[in-house]
């Protein structure tokens, strides 16, 4: 690991077999990408829709949908086509799903070939993927672990899920089909992450991070940025999803801050100060305020809201754009300078004006100002 010039942490990666899912790639050093699933009724499109729309605001690259069955296949290609981002279909048991959703313009698709049926079922579904041109995930899930792997390992083991991996890719080559992320998850952390080490050793395929029925809230995100944090320092980890028995849009937040605590993504990153007696506004609402406008960019701004004019300059005038907040009034900063001070209720706005001309400058440095 070593810094960047922004001083940042770089982790290496671990090489992988890039895929394509729609217009994302996943390993094979593309950037990590951010999944979450929808949780509505995917026969009820518009809710479903909705729902991926939020997801993208909130900086998802990649959506998952459950396709329970065969007639909600034909939601699933209205959601897909009315979708924003590339979107996944979720299907066990029934490999005749599958095979219409690869047909439906799922972007990819998400098996467990243990419950998909025998070889020449799925070989249909591979039949499918390959004439879409998209890939499969192949997931290993500790709930669903095979009975003579249980029974070799002395139970569900780290070790166990790593081999239970490798044999189900190992069965989709021999059936031809490569084009393959592996996911491997338990709700127990350690575990999880000894079973993605002990598969990464072995394997050069992407793998889909994320720790199962982890909970919701406060809880969930630190179990999921416990495990996927350790293991995205490994180098290991292509795409992520944190689940959570809350919104996706909530999921799709907490893995966006996982990968920007880590170096791993661009984008604005707040400081706001805890507030103290000298606050003379509403500075929590004032935060909030300019942490989801500055969703709309991607460079890495350090931009400071601070609760006063005592202490809150020196912060201000350190970030690339800044605010110390008065009653009533706030005192705008960019690159060190103070620029002009404005009424309160125009704050956000004059704080997304800098930022937005400073995040053009960090994309284009040449350009004239
Ligand atoms: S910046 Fe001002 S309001 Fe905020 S914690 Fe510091 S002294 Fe208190």
Avoid: Y
């Amino acid at each position: 690991m070593s810094p960047d010039n922004a001083g940042h942490s770089t982790w290496p990666r671990r090489d992988t077999r890039p895929v394509e899912v729609g217009d994302v790639a996943i390993g094979g050093g593309a950037p990590v990408s951010v999944q979450t699933m929808t949780k509505t009724d995917t026969l009820d499109v518009a809710a479903t829709v909705a729902q991926i729309e939020r997801s993208a605001a909130a900086g998802a690259d990649l959506v998952r949908a459950a396709v329970p069955s065969i007639e909600a296949v034909d939601a699933f290609e209205r959601v897909r086509s009315a979708s924003p981002l590339p979107v996944i279909a979720d299907v066990h048991f029934d490999h005749r799903i599958a095979v219409a959703c690869a047909g439906a313009g799922a972007d990819k698709l998400r098996i467990n070939p243990g419950n998909i049926g025998d070889d020449q079922r799925l070989a249909r579904v591979i039949e499918a993927a390959t004439q879409a041109g998209i890939p499969i995930r192949v997931g290993v899930n500790s709930g669903s672990l095979e009975e003579d792997i249980v029974e070799r390992h002395g139970g569900v083991t780290a070790a166990g899920l790593a081999e239970s991996a490798a044999r189900t890719v190992e069965r989709m080559r021999r059936l031809g089909f490569e084009e393959l992320v592996v996911s491997i998850k338990a709700a127990d952390v350690p575990m999880t992450v000894a079973a993605n080490r002990a598969f990464a050793g072995r394997s050069d395929l992407p793998l889909h991070l994320g720790i199962t029925e982890a909970g919701f809230g406060c809880a969930a995100a630190v179990k999921s940025a416990a495990g996927l944090g350790v293991l995205l320092a490994d180098g290991i980890g292509d795409t992520i999803r944190v689940s959570m028995t809350d919104p996706p849009e909530d999921e799709v937040e907490v893995g966006i801050w996982l990968l920007r605590s880590l170096g791993l993504r661009d984008g604005p990153w707040l400081i706001s100060c805890p507030t103290c007696g000298r606050c003379r506004v509403d500075l929590a609402t004032l935060a909030r305020e300019a942490e989801a406008a500055l969703r709309e960019l991607r460079a890495p701004l350090k931009v400071a809201v601070m609760g006063c004019e005592v202490n809150g300059p020196g912060e201000a005038r350190q970030a690339d754009v800044g605010l110390a907040a008065g009653r009533g009034r706030a005192v705008i900063f960019a690159r060190g300078q103070q620029l002009r001070t404005v009424p309160i209720g125009e704050a956000v706005e004059a704080l997304m004006q800098e930022a937005r001309r400073i995040a053009e400058d960090m994309q284009d440095p040449d350009a004239p100002h």
